[in-house]
Every structure is written in structure tokens, then in C-alpha cells.
């Protein structure tokens, strides 16, 4: 275990459900990202949050809404999505968003949007 | 453009046995390069991670190379085991202000008893 844990691990959406992925780190972590990983394509930053407040959005569409009430969750709130969002949803944890700081990562959570 | 290349796409080895696994990268400023392995169904582990004075480093039978002049990279994997058996992923930090993170598509690797 890496010391972040995501629920649900799977999770099957249609296009005009609301849900939301849900992150947790126990590592004492300042810093925590969203990522996308999709078939065939390189792992794809979302969100970045540093002590609670977000730094980084990386032209993410708005049906993807993140949020992060202190240093040790973080949600990923879903609305109205498309197929082509299908993926894993990975959730990561470092000490600090500096580039020299470890990412660790949770298990993911396998999204199909029907 | 910062672009990190990763070969082969896929490998099967037999257990026992060593591979070695490729990435190249155009990354500028570079800070960084950290492999990762991947199961199945889970989240990336580090393996290790490099910076530019650091040509290897060793996580128990997992040893990176790196030579900063000609932006490559390797990972050694000795004596390979079924447990191997992972997605292998090159990641590259790129320095100064960007702080991004350049991730390849990864090499998949398959070991058969």
C-alpha cells in the first residue's frame, strides 16, 4: 500500500449521472493531483492542489469539477460526461509540488461512462 | 517539444532471464527522470528517480542508467520474476518553471514461467 486510497475502485456513469471519485492520503502529503490515464496515451494531469488550494488546471473541461476540503482529501465531483471519459482515474500524493518530491500514487479508479 | 519515447512497446522474457528497457526524451530544462512500474488494474510505484550528476541507480534487481548528453535512459531488470510482469513507465521532470512532468506511454512487460 502507497498510503492513498480512492473509492470506488470501479465505477460505471451514464451520460446524465453525477458522481464523485474520492481520494485519500495518509501520508501527511502538502501536495495532490488528479490524473487521467486512457488506453494508448501517457498518463494526463488534471489538477494539481498545494495546501488546499488549486495551482495547476490543466484545460480540463468543466463537467470535471475538483475538490479538495483539506490537505488530505481530495474529490473529483463528475457531471454530465461523455464516453471518450472513460479511463482510470489515477489520485496522487507528494510532500511538496516541487519537481524533486516522490508522486504516490492510489490504486485508481476504472471509470466507464455508458 | 517536450516529448519522452519509450522501446520496446511490449516485451516477453521467460523467467529467469534479464531485459533491458529503453527511453528517450527531448526534455528541456531537464531536472529529473524517475521510472515507474505499473500493475495492472493499479497506480504507479517509483522505482527510481535520477537527476543530472546521478548515471545509475540501483532498487534491488531494477538498475536505471542515465546519460544526460545523449537523453537516454535505461532500466535493467536482473533475474526477472513473474511478479515482473508490470507496465514499466519513463517520466521526465521538466526544471525551471514549468515543474511538469513528461510521462512516456510505458513498455509492457510480460514474464512466462
Known amino acids: 500500500e502507497t498510503g492513498v486510497t480512492q473509492t470506488p475502485r470501479h465505477l460505471v456513469m451514464g451520460m446524465t449521472n453525477k458522481k464523485s471519485l474520492k481520494c485519500e492520503q495518509h501520508?501527511?502529503?502538502?501536495?495532490m493531483y488528479w490524473y487521467k490515464q486512457s488506453a494508448k496515451k501517457p498518463l494526463e494531469l488534471m489538477f494539481v492542489?498545494?495546501?488546499?488550494?488549486?495551482?495547476e488546471n490543466n484545460s480540463v473541461p468543466s463537467r470535471f469539477s475538483p475538490e479538495c476540503p483539506n490537505s488530505s482529501h481530495l474529490f473529483l465531483h463528475l457531471h454530465t460526461l461523455q464516453p471518450e471519459d472513460s479511463a482510470l482515474y489515477l489520485c496522487?500524493?507528494?510532500?511538496?509540488?516541487?519537481?524533486?518530491?516522490?508522486?504516490?500514487f492510489g490504486p485508481g479508479t476504472r471509470l466507464t461512462v455508458t | 517539444k517536450n516529448q519522452v519515447e519509450q522501446s520496446p512497446q511490449s516485451l516477453i522474457i521467460l523467467e529467469g532471464k534479464n531485459c533491458t528497457l529503453q527511453?528517450?526524451?527531448?526534455?528541456?530544462?531537464?531536472?529529473?527522470l524517475r521510472w515507474y512500474k505499473q500493475d495492472t488494474g493499479r497506480g504507479p510505484v517509483s522505482l527510481t528517480i535520477?537527476?543530472?550528476s546521478e548515471n545509475t541507480k540501483s532498487n534491488g534487481r531494477y538498475t536505471a542508467t542515465l546519460d544526460a548528453d545523449t537523453k537516454q535512459s535505461s532500466l535493467h531488470i536482473t533475474a526477472s520474476q513473474l511478479s515482473d510482469s508490470a507496465s514499466y513507465i519513463c517520466?521526465?521532470?521538466?526544471?525551471?518553471?514549468?515543474?511538469?512532468?513528461?510521462w512516456g506511454l510505458g513498455t509492457s512487460l510480460a514474464v512466462n514461467p
Open positions: 496522487a500524493s507528494s510532500q511538496a509540488i516541487a519537481d524533486a518530491y516522490e508522486q504516490y
Open positions: 501520508l501527511g502529503h502538502n501536495a
Open positions: 492542489y498545494s495546501l488546499e488550494e488549486r495551482v
Open positions: 527511453c528517450n526524451y527531448t526534455v528541456s530544462p531537464f531536472s529529473n
Open positions: 535520477m537527476t543530472f
Open positions: 517520466v521526465v521532470s521538466a526544471g525551471g518553471n514549468n515543474r511538469k512532468l513528461i
